[in-house]
């Protein structure tokens, strides 16, 4: 349970002006601002935001509230989620329920494994971008018709021909084997033994992220015809990662999906 002083912490802390606007633009209209309403369909904005009693109300479908409020409709969540996510935008620390020993060390391996997704997802991206060895990957994209502004919207990326890089990169920016063991992005040589190699090897990488964007996991597609391994090989289950319960593109898609109250879910990323 959030206790309400850390509740207030955070709206106080929330300018529902530029949190508003951080998903969509505003246009100030006198002592207002004002847009679409992102909760119903309408052609002539009915949406206002008052930066003085930082509420929000639509005066079309009645949705209306202060600045949680906003977050809990706009991303379908619920209220204490809503202030996690504030709270972490803002910086502020909630101090929730007393932690186990054993639960503080999975939040505290959550936070990491979540740090190390987000630096190979810039690791692999820049070696798509930027490495001579990746110009077969840039190619295939190419004649897939994946142009370079979606590539970087997307964070796609390449992951080196090599059985050491990616371990490599993750030991000098300071992770530990046994974080990088649990991210699932190295496998064991063989059973039993305690060397392991990068699982993605010459692929072109796809970032799968939860609905908050984070990625949590990689799906690799092969770029050579002789390959060994399937077409696509995935990243394992992990603490972040379980595979029944994410869609890919979920966290762009999540918005219009609601929007639409319909889905169409595709095979594969591309």
């Keep these: 349970m959030i206790p309400q002083e850390d509740i207030e912490k955070v709206a106080a802390a929330s300018d529902i002006v530029e949190i508003v606007s951080g998903y969509f633009p505003l246009k100030r209209a006198g002592t207002v601002y004002k847009a679409l309403c992102p909760f119903h369909r309408e052609k002539t904005p009915s949406f206002n935001v008052n930066p003085h009693r930082q509420t929000f109300k639509c005066f079309g479908c009645g ?149 908050q964007g984070e990625t949590i996991a990689f799906s690799g597609r092969v770029l050579q015809a002789d390959a060994f391994g399937g077409k696509y090989i995935n990243s394992p289950e992990t603490p972040l990662f379980t595979k029944g319960r994410v869609l890919f593109g979920i966290h762009k898609a999540k918005r219009p999906m609601i929007e639409a109250r319909a889905a169409i879910v595709c095979e594969g990323q591309l």
């Design 63 to 211: 949705a209306g509230g202060g600045v949680i409020r906003f977050v809990e409709m706009y991303e379908n969540v619920a209220f204490p989620e809503a202030v996690r996510r504030l709270a972490a935008r803002a910086g502020i620390r909630i101090q929730e329920e007393p932690l186990t020993a054993e639960e503080d060390a999975r939040q505290k391996l959550r936070r990491r494994l979540l740090s190390l997704h987000a630096e190979a997802t810039e690791w692999f991206h820049r070696n798509l971008l930027r490495t001579r060895a990746a110009q077969h990957a840039r190619d295939y994209l190419k004649k897939r018709g994946i142009s370079a502004e979606t590539a970087k919207s997307w964070k796609l990326g390449y992951a080196p021909d090599s059985f050491s890089a990616f371990s490599t990169f993750a030991r000098e920016n300071g992770y530990h084997d046994a974080e990088i063991t649990a991210s699932g992005l190295v496998t064991w040589k063989e059973e039993g033994d305690s060397r392991y190699y990068d699982r993605f090897r010459d692929r072109l990488m796809f970032p799968i992220c939860n609905e």
